[in-house]
């Protein structure tokens, strides 16, 4: 099914955080995506940062039809087209380019742009963007610039990523507009490589529950 943006906001209003995931080799992800299922986590960012982006998300829309399936990093009208063939829900970029959001747009797929700033935010607002990634979080002032943000752009919903971890996930979570935290201390690469399925299960619980405490 295709998702509007208002029902992936209230899904990762539920969730509270989404596992910010990179892997070298596609087939890794189905054990993966079960794992995070499996253990309270049915959403997966799927991050472009490496070759086997597009098919990670193909494989994940036909074995996992229930996950929500988000593209990450993605950065250029080619990679938004065949994101949304292999099947992912919506776009997310480290950045704002209209270029990007007008695609998206004019494709019907939702997309959450990256801001860290005032030009960046007015930009995605101008059009008509309220769902924003805030990227690199901690490095662009943490909570303390998201609440000082939120000031002059009350509306405006937040999934930051960038610098989160199990230390400081409540505090952002503690913010209303924060819909969801992007992650990826749980879905390290170092243990998908070592396919420890196991202890990213057990990551991932101890997340889902720190979370939802």
């Not at 990227?135 to 752009?153: N, R, T």
């Not at 952002?172 to 990213?200: H, Q, R, T």
């Amino acid at each position: 099914m295709a998702y509007s943006t208002e029902q992936i906001i209230e899904k990762l209003r539920q969730l509270k955080v989404v596992p910010v995931i990179a892997v070298d080799e596609a087939q890794d992800i189905l054990p993966l995506v079960k794992t995070l299922s499996d253990n309270g986590l049915p959403v997966a960012e799927i991050t472009f940062r490496s070759a086997a982006g597009e098919e990670a998300i193909r494989l994940t829309r036909q074995h996992f039809p229930d996950v929500l399936i988000a593209a990450g990093t993605v950065l250029t009208p080619a990679q938004v087209v065949a994101a949304k063939n292999a099947g992912a829900d919506c776009i997310v970029t480290p950045g704002f380019n209209p270029n990007i959001v007008k695609l998206c747009q004019e494709l019907k797929l939702p997309i959450t742009p990256g801001v860290n700033n005032p030009m960046s935010i007015e930009a995605a607002l101008e059009l008509g963007i309220q769902a924003v990634k805030f990227f690199p979080a901690e490095a662009s002032g943490g909570v303390k610039m998201i609440k000082a943000l939120l000031g002059p752009y009350n509306n405006l919903q937040i999934m930051p990523t960038g610098g989160i971890s199990p230390a400081n996930i409540k505090d952002y979570l503690a913010i209303p507009n924060v819909v969801a935290c992007g992650g990826s201390w749980f879905v390290d690469k170092a243990l998908i490589k070592a396919k420890d399925w196991d202890e990213i299960g057990r990551l991932v619980r101890e997340v889902v529950a720190l979370v939802n405490r």
